[in-house]
């Protein structure tokens, strides 16, 4: 391998940078040419690549989003979009890909692999930790802790008025960010995609009748359709139990910003020079994961798969801590 494109696509997520460099110094170090592929799969069909040099990754392991800048390609979801973007790399005598971002941005690496028969490493960004075969993902530890400030403040006029607060928080269809948020934050119970079915999560709570030695609460509940949400919940509480004085709280995008913490720094600068030590180790269309903070090769058809388990452990460390 003479030179590698490196792009982030998807959703954002803090840590990204931080990755960006450790892949380009890595590769430099290990004599391979980078070149940085702006926007996702978009910069591969629309030709915006930029050779890049030590120091074009210089002064960002600090800095949330990504200099890369990432987006949603349409494009690249057709055949004839990834034929483009092969001749792309053709053209710019691109040998493999580094690929930063979700199970999305992984499954459109997969198929590229199979379609054309290109190495690509993929690496886990996303705040989710959503993806299969690693413990953490690039970016969740970094809103996790974004969470918990949130919710602490949150926490005191949720006490002061003696309110019951349903707190929606990111994971599409993984409910790490708020089982976790809520053991941090010591807060009544975490609402997850996980335990929707056959349970009825919130009716529990509330037969149980919320938390009887105090008389304010926190839910963190993810955000989607399998939930419902936060505004739903608190819809049926107040039809059902008028007594509570409910409140929603969305957290949105300010999740997804922010100077990364040091265990997500670390964690992409590990990944992002795994990621130079796989491709050199002849590892095609593998994702970069931890496990019990050994670096392991996951393949994307395990990756992305979806239903990632939650650790049950925590959700039994939640209630048994809630009463
Ligand atoms: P994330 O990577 O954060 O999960 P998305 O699901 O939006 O984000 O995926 C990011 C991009 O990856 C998409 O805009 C598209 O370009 C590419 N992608 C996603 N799914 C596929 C697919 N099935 N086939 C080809 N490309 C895909």
Redesign the pocket.
Known sequence: IKCIGVLT???DAPGMNAAIRAVTRAAIYNNIEVKGIMR??RGLIFDEIIPFRSNSVSNIIQQGGTILKT???????SVEG?QIAYEAMQREGIDALVVI????????AR??AQEHNIPIVGLPG?IDNDLNGTDMTIGYDTALNTIMEAVDKIRDTASSHERLFFIEVMGRECGYLALNGAIATGAEAAIIPERMYGTDQLGELISQGFRKSKNSSLVLVTEGDITGGAMAMAERVKKEYPQYDVRVTILGHLQRGGSPTATDRILASRMGAAAIDALLDDQRNVMIGIQNDQLVYVPFSKAIKKNKPINENLVNTLKILSI
């Open positions: 696509s998807g959703g996702g799969y987006a949603r390609c349409k494009e690249f979801m990834r971002g979700g199970d999305g941005s992984l499954t459109g198929i590229l996303t």
